[in-house]
């Protein structure tokens, strides 16, 4: 099985067993710990990570025990979450499976990203290929579900897809590996189980080589999907625009395209819009602006002659202080740095990123929050006073995006600057000016 995983990661995985750096998912079941043995033997450089969804109460506390002690026999670095599952699964209407999901392929990400690991390494088989495949199928999908599980998907590869679940069972009796049992895993509750349980024996009996099959099926699928990737990827590019605060696409041509809603959902997929939801935004597309549309992860509004995609975000911001003379602040994702300058001879930025505001004007600490309504303040440039709600529209501001504008405030509650649009009236740099304090939106 060594070499067979061998050549499955040197021809589909595209990373390098000698060099990179390998994030291994490691439940504590029999599958992951297979990956991992098979991994060390390969010569990976390993490091593990554990999710604990706070679900199963003890038997989870002790599969994140077991995982820890495995990563201390392989000598790999150890990474755990411990996820409050349910409360996440019931503030965002969701299932408990998918914020599982969702949970651990977030921090899955982020764990190689601040740590320098070149992939995330997680246990699928041909079993889970083949299996995925079929319950896609069953809730309607495209072409995207019918190829059922990728070698490799962004940073996540799955080393063991050439692999039978057989195959990992003789292999766990050969090298005499030891693992723990998900009973939830056996549970009628999930899909895939009755699946796996009620519904695959019977294909089996019809094709005893059903999960062959499936993959060969899966390759032809592929194929197909690639020549509508190329057709997609044309109308991408002159439909999309990808900004730092949001997605853009621009009406025209995806009315113009065949099929146009067979291509805003290949378009929409990594933002998780589902087919009957992609039908209702393309109806829409003669719809006054305003109209908008959520997926577990993403909101889409209609906006004029366009469609405008923005992340969900899955917590309320709360409010951030920056200090006098404090350099950086970071809050939930948005970072800015503060400078400080002598106002004589300072040349005022023409960035929107960045604000000038005058030092001895401001009150300390200065705060970064959402804006409310009833906010207002008076823009660079004008004498009276604005609501930010009208300065918005001005300002053409798509409605999810309204959601993302942050001000900053003085001691006092009055706003200096509305982040990344325009300072206030009473803080702007004057001849006068003595000192002078720079914030830049990073």
Not at 106 to 116: H, L, P, T
Not at 152 to 171: E, T
Not at 338 to 355: C, D, N, Q
Not at 389 to 400: A, E, H, R
Request: proline share 3%.
């Amino acid at each position: 099985m060594l070499d067979q995983v061998r050549q499955f990661i040197t021809e589909n995985t595209l990373f390098n067993l000698e060099t990179d750096l390998v994030l291994v998912a490691v439940s504590g079941g029999l599958d992951s710990v297979v990956l991992l043995d098979v991994l060390h033997r390969l010569g990976a450089k390993l490091a593990v990570a554990h999710c604990h969804f706070g679900l199963r109460g003890e038997e989870a506390d002790a599969d994140e025990q077991f995982v820890r002690k495995l990563a201390k026999q392989y000598e790999a670095p150890y990474h755990a979450e411990f996820f409050q599952t349910q409360a996440f699964a019931e503030r965002e209407g969701i299932s408990t499976q998918m914020a599982a999901r969702l949970l651990r392929y977030r921090w899955f990400e982020q764990v190689r990203a601040d740590n320098g690991y070149a992939v995330i390494a997680t246990a699928h088989h041909r079993r889970d290929a083949a299996e995925t495949m079929l319950l896609n199928l069953t809730h309607g999908t495209g072409l995207a579900g019918l190829h059922g599980i990728r070698a490799r998907h962004g940073h996540v590869v799955r080393p063991l897809l050439a692999c039978a679940k057989d195959d990992l069972y003789d292999y766990v009796v050969e090298n005499r590996l030891i693992w723990r049992e998900d009973a939830s895993n056996d549970s009628p509750v999930y899909q895939r189980n009755r699946l796996r349980q009620q519904v695959l024996p019977v294909l089996r009996e019809i094709n005893p080589n059903l999960d062959n099959t499936l993959a060969a099926t899966a390759e032809r699928v592929g194929g197909a999907e690639e020549i509508v990737r190329r057709y997609v990827a044309t109308v991408a590019s002159q439909a999309r625009r990808d900004e730092a605060e949001a997605t853009y696409f621009d009406l025209f041509p995806l009315a113009q395209a065949a099929a146009p809603a067979v291509v805003l959902h290949e378009l929409l997929r990594d933002f998780g819009f589902a087919w009957p939801v992609v039908k209702e935004i393309v109806a829409a597309f003669d719809a006054p602006a305003g109209k908008q549309f959520d997926s577990p992860t993403h909101r889409l509004v209609k906006d004029r002659g366009q469609l405008v995609v923005t992340p969900r975000r899955l917590a309320q911001y709360g409010t951030f202080q920056l200090a006098e003379g404090q350099e950086d602040l970071l809050a939930e994702g948005l970072r800015l740095r503060a400078t400080y300058h002598a106002g004589e001879g300072y040349a005022i930025p023409r960035s929107r990123s960045t604000a000038a505001l005058d030092v001895d004007k401001l009150k300390f600490p200065l705060t970064l929050r959402r804006w409310r309504e009833g906010d207002w303040f008076m823009p660079l440039g004008m004498k009276g006073k604005k609501h930010l709600s009208d300065f918005l529209i001005d300002q053409k501001v798509p409605l999810n995006l309204k959601d993302e504008v942050r001000v900053l405030t003085s001691a006092d509650g009055k706003i200096c600057w509305v982040v990344g649009f325009r300072v206030d009236e009473r803080f702007k740099v004057e001849d006068t000016t003595a000192r002078v304090v720079t914030v830049q939106r990073l």
